[in-house]
Each structure stands twice: as structure tokens, then as C-alpha cells.
């Protein structure tokens, strides 16, 4: 057999065609591998998402409403200037069918001398808390001492660095896995750490004061509702009984979320599904062209000797080439763009993005050039078994 | 070899109204013998090519068997019948028959090359020296005249050392010099090498390289000498 060699000069002595043909195929492997990584990053970030939020219902100070968006506050991680009496968690407890109650306080860092970098810093209490403490769990095996830190992945601090904050230095002791939300632009401490940060904001005249004048502030309590109980009635009862206190049901937000991926995700599908059929049909197409182009070059192979069987495989061969080639390029080049404007990606859709690992990268990566390979391979079987089919006698004469 | 037509006949379906179907070539049979030259002249149109297309295994009759010794060409499948082609026959087209992306020289030892055979170029090198194209090894076939395309064609032809040798129109775009070349090179080859050659032209003066000759009209063939 001899037949790949001949494929190969007619790829590198027709590379018009062969360019022509590559970059169809790139494209598609773009969109494909594109589209699938933005779905795929925007579905596990809803995962982490769900996981981290484990809270059936947040409590907030009432005025918090009027400063912050819940849902970006709770789903991006930004969090706002407000704060409660710290008991609220402690009365929240009482409350029949609440299992736990976590608080956290939230406070941001200024863009001034007295701060390295400006950034959100949250307090919880790592004994009660159960939506954060799980995930700095994985990076860290100790819980966090007095004065220490723990950094999201976007922070730009290493572990052993010392960041300011309001003239108090505090020590990296862990860098957190991504989230694919605003948290991993936020820092974490324990309480006692929070209170020193909060007294020193104070000193710089970022007050935290409530109306009550009680020092110990929290800014939200996540509760979990215990299994048996509505949360419906469970948010209510809370409601009723804590005052200047909202319950947002997190349900809701996250059913928000769910659904606008749902749209996006729609979308980006038929998005690949619909350039996928118009792929194919112009890939058909443009075999079909060539090879019909070709029809005296088969029909020459064929008076000297080739089988069907054997242009099939040269037609097969050219083809895949292309189609590796083209997946490869249209894989790469989708890769750099999705990877290098990952933030301006999440930024515009304003959705927990979180891209997938490196095996799961990989495994859409192979799929999509095999793809790539294999469409580019049956459009053009399909038209050199139609041309092997016509008589060479007849081809030569029509093609004369 | 002896390859022998047996009551052959290829009718082809045209939409004319009364009769659909009518005969390029009628019901015939005969021989063509190892060591002649056997020149068939007619009419365009008058079924010579579709007689050679059939003869030389690449058109099925819709009638009657092709026989080489005791092959049925057509009773091969398609895999055992495009080798036997590769290794026994030998075909010079009408048409223009390069592959555009080999050179004048890889498009000689192709058909050696397809089922990997070491390419003969010695004999290449030899016949075109001969035919007076050996320049033009390296070159291209969009860049070559008509008359050096056809040239190589007849090479290509003859360099597998078929038994049997067709060629169609073979000094349609030659000079007289060349027209006496190619023609006393294929009376060589029947005469010294013991080929079957079998020649469709309208050239007047193929007849005289010819050991037996057959005229071709509306399908049917009549000896001539």
C-alpha cells in the first residue's frame, strides 16, 4: 500500500485547498471546544455554588436591603458594610427547626496607605460555621489562628506573606481552591481576628456602631434548617421573632441562578448544534466539490490500478489530516481565548464561573479534535464512494 | 497473453421517446493475440473507446465475458480486478491523464508505486530519454505541452511491462516525428516483447504498424485487413 504517501503531496502540493479545508475545520473545533468549556465552567460554578451555600436561610440586618444586592451578595461573594447584634445567631437558635446558625462578619479593607490591597474581608466563627469552613478545610489543616488568613485564589498573596489591613498585619496561612465567584477575591479570619480588624477600621473612622451600641456585631447568619421542618415556616418563625432582621431564603436565589444557566447553557448548545449542521453540510459540500474537482485525478488512479477501497483510504487519509490539523489549531486557539478572558467571560455573564480541571480540559480537548477527525473523514467518504462508483472511462471523457 | 471478447456488448439508456436503450457497442467477439498490433479505426462516436474501455477492464459489458488466458476479467471483484489491471494492462487515455500534484516522473512510476513495488526508474530514465522528455523529470504536468503529456501518458503505460497494451488516440497531439516514434515504439513492443497492442485512432497511417485492422460503425465492428 502506497496510497498515503500520494495523500500527503496532494495536501502539501495543493495548499490552498488544504488551508482552505483546515481552517473550516478549526472553526468548528472553536466553537465546540468554546462553547462547551463556557457550559461546562458555568455549571461548576454552580456546583461549588450550591456546595458552599449550604445555608437554607441567611439572616441579615433589615437596612442591608437597601445597600447591597442579596443576590450578588450571596452568589459573587460581595459583601456590603452592615452589621446586627451578634446574639441575633444565638436567638436564631431557639427557633424550632433551625439545626445551625453561623455568623459572619463582613468587612472591606481601603484602597489607602493603612491597607496593602483592597479587598473584602469576612469573619466566621469556625466552630459553628458550615458554608466556608468546609472549603478552607482543603487547604488548610489547622484552624485559623489569631491574626492569620486565609486568601482566595485571586487575592495575590502566598501562604507565609503578610498582608496589611488597617495598620494590622496579618499572615497568609492558606491559599483557598477557585470558586468561580467573588469569594475568591475575599480573605478569611477567625473572629477574634475580626474583632482586632473591626476596632482598628474604627480607629480610621470606618465605623461599624449599630444603633444599639453593643461591640459585638455579625453582619450575617446562615442558617440550616433541620431535616422534618418547612423552610417556609422556619423562615417565617425566624422573621417573627428576630426584629430589624431579614430572612432571605436562598432557594430562590439559587433557583435564579440555575435558570439563567439553564438559558446560557441552551443556548451555547444550540448554538454548537446549529454550527455543527452547518458544518457538516458545507464540509459535505466542499468534499463533494473537490472531489468531483478531482473526479480525472480518481479516474486516472483508477485505469492504473487503485481499488475503490484503495482512493476511499486516500480520500479517508487526506481528510482526517485535515480534520487533525484543523481540531488541533481551532482547539488551541479556543483554548487561549476562553483561558485568557475567563474574567471578562464571568464578568460579563455575571454567574459563578469556575473552569473545569485539567483531566476534564483534556477530555474535551481529545473529543473535539476527534470529532474534528471524524466528521471531516465521513463528509468525505461519503463523496469519494460516490465518485469511486463512476466509470473512469467516463470521467476522463467528461472531464476533458 | 491472449485476451479474447466473448459476444460482448454495452448498451447504454437514453430518453429518445420510442426505444430507451440502445447498443454503443453491438453483440461481438474476438481476439487480441500476444506479439500484434491490432488497430481499430471508425467514426467519432461510433463505440471504438467504449469497446476499449471494455476490453481493458474498466467497463462492465452489459453482455457476454472478457477473457485474459482464462481470467473473466469481470467475474473478479473490484480489489483482485484493479490489480490485474496494475500488473497486466496497460492503458494510454484519450483525455489528459495526469495527477496534477506529481511531477512528469512520479507520475510515470505510479502505477508501480501504488501496490509498492520498487519503481523502475532506470527505465524511466530510458524511455524518456527516448521520447525526448527526460528534462522534464521534475516538472509539473500543468506546465507540460499536450504533445509532452501524452508522451508521458504512453510511458506510464508501458512501464509496469504489461502483456497487454491499449491506447486510445495515442498520437493525437504529436508531430509526425513523434506520431512515427510512439507508433513504431508500440510495433516494438508487440513484435519484440510479445504485447498484445491494441490501438483506437483516427490516424491514416497507424494502419501501416498494424497487423490486423478493424473498422468500428454504430456499434459494429468489420475486419479490414
Known amino acids: 500500500m502506497k496510497i498515503l504517501p500520494l495523500s500527503v503531496k496532494n495536501l502539501a502540493r495543493k495548499p490552498g485547498r488544504t488551508t482552505a479545508l483546515v481552517l473550516l475545520t478549526a472553526f468548528l473545533a472553536l466553537a465546540v471546544f468554546g462553547g462547551s468549556v463556557i457550559t461546562l465552567s458555568l455549571r461548576a460554578g454552580l456546583r461549588s455554588l450550591e456546595a458552599r451555600l449550604g445555608a437554607d436561610i441567611i439572616l441579615v440586618p433589615s437596612e442591608a436591603e437597601s445597600k447591597v444586592s442579596f443576590r450578588n451578595m450571596f452568589l459573587q461573594g460581595t459583601t456590603g458594610a452592615f452589621y446586627m447584634d451578634a446574639s441575633v445567631a444565638e436567638k436564631a437558635l431557639e427557633v424550632p427547626g433551625v439545626e445551625k446558625a453561623a455568623p459572619q462578619t463582613f468587612l472591606a479593607s481601603l484602597k489607602a496607605d493603612c491597607c496593602s490591597v483592597k479587598i473584602q474581608v469576612i469573619g466566621i466563627d469556625p466552630s459553628r460555621d458550615f458554608t466556608v469552613q468546609p472549603w478552607i478545610a482543603r487547604s488548610l489543616k489547622n484552624e485559623l489562628g489569631d491574626m492569620e488568613v486565609a486568601v482566595g485564589c485571586k487575592v495575590g498573596a502566598g501562604i507565609g506573606e503578610t498582608i496589611r489591613i488597617y495598620e494590622q498585619r496579618c499572615k497568609v496561612t492558606a491559599c483557598l481552591e477557585p470558586t468561580g465567584t467573588g469569594l475568591d477575591t475575599a480573605v478569611y479570619c477567625n473572629m477574634k481576628t475580626m474583632d482586632t480588624l473591626l476596632a482598628a477600621a474604627e480607629a480610621k473612622g470606618v465605623s461599624h456602631r449599630i444603633s444599639s451600641g453593643d461591640d459585638s456585631v455579625v453582619s450575617a447568619v446562615y442558617i440550616k434548617v433541620r431535616d422534618g421542618y418547612d423552610i417556609g415556616d422556619v423562615n417565617t418563625a425566624l422573621t417573627g421573632k428576630l426584629r430589624k432582621v431579614t430572612a432571605v431564603r436562598t432557594r430562590s436565589m439559587l433557583t435564579g441562578v440555575s435558570d439563567s444557566l439553564a438559558g446560557i447553557s441552551r443556548t451555547v448548545t444550540a448554538m454548537i448544534v446549529v454550527i455543527w449542521v452547518l458544518a457538516f453540510v458545507i464540509l459535505l459540500l466542499a468534499y463533494t466539490l473537490i472531489v468531483r474537482e478531482r473526479s480525472r485525478e480518481f479516474a486516472v488512479l483508477r485505469l492504473l490500478g487503485a481499488s475503490r477501497n484503495m482512493l476511499g483510504r486516500m480520500a479517508l487519509y487526506e481528510s482526517a489530516v485535515c480534520g487533525l490539523i484543523g481540531g488541533i489549531a481551532g482547539t488551541g486557539i479556543a483554548a487561549v481565548g476562553v483561558f485568557s478572558f475567563s474574567a471578562l467571560i464571568e464578568g460579563s455573564l455575571g454567574l459563578p464561573y469556575l473552569i473545569p480541571g485539567f483531566s476534564t480540559i483534556l477530555c474535551l480537548a481529545a473529543g473535539t479534535i476527534l470529532l474534528s477527525v471524524a466528521v471531516s473523514a465521513l463528509t468525505s467518504a461519503f463523496a469519494a464512494w460516490r465518485l469511486s462508483r463512476v466509470n473512469p472511462g467516463t470521467a476522463l471523457r467528461d472531464g476533458a | ?225
Not at chain 2, 489528459?96 to 530514465?125: C, F, H, M, Q, W
Open chain 2, 1 to 225: 497473453m491472449l485476451l479474447q471478447a466473448d459476444n460482448i456488448s454495452k448498451t447504454f439508456f437514453r430518453n429518445t421517446g420510442s426505444a430507451n436503450y440502445f447498443y454503443a457497442v453491438s453483440p461481438l467477439s474476438m481476439e487480441i493475440r500476444p506479439g500484434t498490433v491490432t488497430v481499430l479505426t471508425g467514426r467519432s462516436g461510433s463505440g471504438k473507446t467504449t469497446l476499449l474501455n471494455m476490453l481493458c477492464g474498466i467497463l462492465q459489458p452489459t453482455e457476454g465475458r472478457v477473457l485474459m488466458d482464462r481470467t473473466d476479467l469481470y467475474s473478479l471483484d473490484d480489489a483482485a480486478l484493479s490489480r490485474f489491471r496494475n500488473e497486466h494492462i496497460g492503458v494510454i487515455p484519450q483525455a489528459r491523464s495526469a495527477v496534477d500534484t506529481l511531477t512528469a516522473e512520479e507520475n510515470i512510476l505510479l502505477p508501480a508505486r501504488l501496490y509498492g513495488k520498487d519503481p523502475p526508474a532506470e527505465k524511466a530514465r530510458r524511455w524518456m530519454e527516448n521520447f525526448e522528455i527526460a528534462h522534464l523529470a521534475g516538472v509539473f504536468p500543468r506546465e507540460l505541452s499536450g504533445g509532452e503529456l501524452r508522451r508521458m501518458a504512453i510511458i506510464r503505460a508501458v512501464i509496469r511491462d504489461p502483456d497487454l497494451l491499449f491506447a486510445d488516440e495515442p498520437t493525437g497531439d504529436l508531430d509526425d516525428e513523434n506520431t512515427h516514434r510512439v507508433l513504431s515504439a508500440l510495433h516494438d513492443l508487440a513484435h519484440g516483447e510479445n504485447k498484445a497492442v491494441f490501438i483506437v485512432t483516427h490516424e491514416n497511417d497507424a494502419e501501416k504498424y498494424a497487423d490486423r485492422v478493424f473498422r468500428m460503425d454504430r456499434g459494429e465492428v468489420f475486419p479490414l485487413a
